[in-house]
Structures are given as C-alpha cells and as structure tokens.
C-alpha cells in the first residue's frame, strides 16, 4: 500500500514562493508516475502539475505554466512543487497523487481517473 502526505503549505503572500512537498511511502516510487492538484475553496479539483515516472517529461496546466515547477528525488521517494509569483488565485488545498506506470498505459497527467493513491491535501493560502 502506497501513503502520501504533503508537507510545505501554508500563509504567504502575492509574489511569494513556496515549495510543497510529498513524500511517499512504500515500495516502487520510481514506478508511478506524480501529479499535483488542487481545489480552490468553493470549487472542484483541478490539475496542477504532473511528472513521469522517470522524470523525462512533466505537465501542466495554463493557469501555473511558467511560474510552477515539478520535480521529483526517486532516491528520497518524494515529488515537489516549486510555487513562484503566487496570486491569490492560487489558494486551494493541494493534493499529490500516485499513477502506477507499471502497467505500460499511456500517461494521462490531468485525468485525475488516473491515480490510484492520493494525499491528504495541504493547505495554501496567498493573500493579495
């Protein structure tokens, strides 16, 4: 069984830069792809970012491309979200989430359908 948990949210400010955290726990990291969401108070989740299992390729949505950055330590079993020039539209809980790639699927980063594992959330909040 695979466990997620989050680490890194909290208060900053518009400008600001912030790194989020996730840390997985259980066998064959390196073996899932990763993904970032994200759920805005009031609405639904929405795809923020997502990085191959090997870290060839990443993803991301409109409204963070340029600004964020994903990565992931396959020896430290963790994935990160790099957050600059935030707004204040960038308050929401943001969830990591696990794809298993071991089953040769194509990868489909911003179907959330696809994820077998998800965190707990951690909350960002940016004020303007």
């Known amino acids: 069984q695979v466990q997620l948990v989050e680490s890194g949210g909290g208060l900053a400010q518009a400008g600001d830069s912030v790194r989020l955290s996730c840390a997985h726990f259980?066998?064959?990291?390196?073996?899932?792809?990763m993904g970032w969401f994200r759920q805005p108070p009031g609405k639904g989740r929405e795809f923020v970012a997502a990085?191959?299992?090997?870290?060839?390729?990443?993803a991301y949505s409109d409204s963070v491309k340029g600004r964020f950055t994903i990565s992931r330590d396959n020896n430290m079993k963790a994935v990160y979200l790099q957050m600059n020039s935030l707004k204040f539209e960038d308050t929401a809980v943001y969830y990591c989430?696990?794809?298993?790639?071991?089953?040769?699927?194509?990868?489909?980063?911003?179907?959330?359908?696809?994820?077998?594992?998800w965190g707990p959330g951690t909350q960002v909040t940016v004020s303007s």
């Open positions: 989430a696990a794809d298993w790639a071991g089953d040769g699927t194509s990868w489909y980063p911003r179907n959330e359908n696809q994820y077998d594992f």
């Open positions: 259980g066998p064959t990291f390196n073996m899932y792809h």
């Open positions: 990085i191959t299992w090997n870290g060839d390729n990443t």
